[in-house]
C-alpha cells in the first residue's frame, strides 16, 4: 500500500471510531444547521479534527481542503491537497440511518491520487492509488459488466443544498425510472459512488455537489475500470458539481438519457 494511502487509512479508521462510539446514543449529540437541509454535528468536527491531525503528523506541508474547516494550506508551497469529508451522510446518521461514511482523498495538482472511503457501522475500507486498482477489504473489486441501462440499478442524490436545477433533475429521474431496473438514493454520495465500483450500482448520478462528496469515491470507480465525467462526460466533475458515473457500457447510456433534459446552465455545470 501506497505510504500516503495507509496514513489515509489510519485517519479514516480514527475518524470512524469516533462516529461508531456517538452512534450508540444520537439522542445526546448536538446538531446544528449550516443552511436549509444541510446539517453538521459535534461528531463531524471532531472526526474531522482527527484526521487533520494524523495528515498533518504525517504530512505537514501538505494543503487540506474539509468540508467544516474550509481550506488551509500546508507549512510549504504543496502541490499535495487532502480532500475531506469527515461523515458524509451526516443527515442519515442523526437519523439513526446506517448509511454514512468517512471519504479522505489526495490530489496532487489537481488530481486525485490516492482514495479512502471507510464505512465504520459495516466496517467496509473502500481503498484506491492511481493505476494501482481499487479495493474493499484488500479485496480487488471492479464495476459491473452489464452492457445495457434497461437491466441496470441507478443510484442517484436528490437535490438537498441548490434548488436550481429541480425541474430537471426530476425530469432525468423520470425518465430513468422507466428505463433502469431501479434507482436507489441511500444518501451518502461517496459510498453511492463507491459502491458503483464494487458493483453493487451499476451507474450514478447527482446535482450539485461538493468536491469532499466525490474526490474519494471517483478514483474507486476508474481504478475499478469505470468511467467518471460530469452531465456531459467531461472531465469537470470536481469542481463543476455535478457527476455522473457507472461501468463502460452503462456510462455512455445513462449520459444519453441525462443529456435530453439538461439546460444551458447544466451542461456548463455549475459551481455548487
Keep these: 500500500m501506497h505510504p500516503a494511502l495507509t496514513i489515509a487509512v489510519k485517519a479514516a479508521r480514527r475518524a470512524g471510531h469516533i462516529i461508531n462510539r456517538a452512534s450508540t446514543d444520537i439522542d445526546l449529540i448536538k446538531v446544528s444547521s449550516k443552511r436549509q437541509n444541510d446539517f453538521v454535528t459535534?461528531?463531524?468536527k471532531a472526526a474531522e479534527a482527527a484526521i487533520i491531525e494524523v495528515?498533518?503528523?504525517a504530512y505537514p506541508d501538505h494543503g487540506i481542503l474539509a468540508e467544516e474547516s474550509g481550506t488551509t494550506a500546508g507549512r510549504g508551497e504543496s502541490e499535495f491537497q487532502w480532500i475531506i469529508d469527515p461523515l458524509d451522510g451526516t443527515t442519515n446518521f442523526i437519523h439513526g440511518f446506517p448509511q454514512y461514511a468517512v471519504s479522505i482523498a489526495l490530489a496532487h495538482k489537481g488530481q486525485i491520487q490516492q482514495s479512502v472511503v471507510y464505512d465504520p457501522t459495516r466496517n467496509e475500507l473502500f481503498t484506491a492509488s492511481k493505476g494501482r486498482g481499487a479495493f474493499l477489504n484488500d479485496k480487488r473489486i471492479r464495476v459491473t459488466r452489464r452492457d445495457r441501462l434497461d437491466g441496470s440499478l441507478i443510484g442517484t442524490g436528490f437535490p438537498?443544498?441548490?434548488?436550481?436545477?429541480?425541474?430537471?433533475?426530476?425530469?432525468?429521474?423520470?425518465?430513468?425510472?422507466?428505463k433502469t431496473a431501479g434507482l436507489r438514493r441511500p444518501g451518502a454520495a461517496s459510498l453511492d459512488l463507491a459502491y458503483v465500483a464494487c458493483g453493487r450500482l451499476d451507474g450514478f448520478f447527482?446535482?450539485?455537489l461538493a468536491p469532499w462528496d466525490m474526490a474519494g469515491g471517483a478514483l474507486l470507480i476508474t481504478e475499478a475500470g469505470g468511467l467518471v465525467g460530469d452531465l456531459t462526460g467531461e472531465a469537470?466533475?470536481?469542481?463543476?458539481?455535478?457527476i455522473a458515473a457507472g461501468n463502460p457500457k452503462v456510462f455512455g447510456q445513462l449520459l444519453q438519457v441525462i443529456e435530453t433534459h439538461l439546460t444551458p446552465a447544466l451542461r456548463g455545470s455549475p459551481a455548487p
Excluded: C, K, P, S
Design 42 to 44: 459535534e461528531v463531524d
Design 55 to 57: 495528515l498533518r503528523e
Design 160 to 178: 438537498y443544498r441548490v434548488w436550481d436545477h429541480v425541474d430537471a433533475y426530476l425530469a432525468i429521474f423520470r425518465d430513468l425510472m422507466q
Design 206 to 208: 447527482e446535482i450539485g
Design 236 to 242: 469537470n466533475w470536481l469542481h463543476g458539481g455535478n
